[in-house]
T-cell receptor
Framework: DAGVIQSPRHEVTEMGQEVTLRCKPISGHDYLFWYRQTMMRGLELLIYFNNNVPIDDSGMPEDRFSAKMPNASFSTLKIQPSEPRDSAVYFC????????????FGPGTRLTVL | DQQVKQNSPSLSVQEGRISILNCDYTNSMFDYFLWYKKYPAEGPTFLISISSIKDKNEDGRFTVFLNKSAKHLSLHIVPSQPGDSAVYFCAASNYGQNFVFGPGTRLSVLP
């Protein structure tokens, strides 16, 4: 298995532009998580899905952020419009069950908003 | 308000010696704790976990200890190896509904 796949690995954009981050989970994993890592706030949980349904989006910072999971093989995190303070590394992670098992992280997308 | 704290941003240990990484939490509802290791430009990778019904879990060179009354857990690595040099994150969850990560501790194992 290739593990969790994220694209792009690096994204540089200008303030005000729309940014879309993509994640392909490990096959068979029914939970998917989006995290953001910054120097100031560390690793924060933004939102997670179970069987493609969003369960908790309380970590999403603002309405500019949205996430979708149209099927079990794909999820997106969109920022529109992007701002410089959104610059961070965004991780996608997946797992099979919610309790007792670890999450498998993707390599992350490093986003820079100029 | 940080619910999971790792008060040592960094730690240096000599190869072959024991590394002890500490983690404190404030939420008594947390019932599962995990340690992750992260190398630069990679995502965190799972290392070891412990349920709140246990006080110790061991896996090879890695042992996690949980002191519920003190709301404290620690990760012991013995013997430490240069390849263990990485950032270590402590994480906690409550009934699988909330995953909170600590800020991380950078471990350097010196040859």
């Amino acid at each position: 298995d290739a593990g969790v796949i994220q694209s792009p690995r690096h994204e540089v954009t200008e303030m005000g532009q729309e940014v879309t981050l993509r994640c392909k989970p490990i096959s068979g994993h029914d939970y998917l998580f989006w995290y953001r890592q910054t120097m100031m706030r560390g690793l924060e949980l933004l939102i997670y899905f179970n069987n493609n349904v969003p369960i908790d989006d309380s970590g999403m910072p603002e309405d500019r952020f949205s996430a979708k999971m149209p099927n079990a093989s794909f999820s997106t995190l969109k920022i529109q419009p992007s701002e410089p303070r959104d610059s961070a590394v965004y991780f996608c992670a997946t797992r099979i069950s919610m309790r007792g098992n670890e999450q498998f992280f993707g390599p992350g997308t490093r986003l820079t908003v100029l | 308000d940080q619910q999971v704290k790792q008060n040592s941003p960094s730690l240096s240990v000599q190869e072959g010696r024991i590394s002890i990484l500490n983690c404190d939490y404030t939420n008594s509802m947390f019932d599962y704790f995990l340690w992750y290791k992260k190398y630069p430009a990679e995502g965190p990778t799972f290392l070891i976990s412990i349920s709140s019904i246990k006080d110790k879990n061991e896996d090879g060179r890695f042992t996690v200890f949980l002191n519920k009354s003190a709301k404290h857990l620690s990760l012991h690595i013995v013997p430490s190896q240069p390849g263990d040099s990485a950032v270590y994150f402590c994480a906690a969850s409550n009934y699988g509904q909330n995953f909170v990560f600590g800020p991380g501790t950078r471990l350097s194992v010196l040859p």
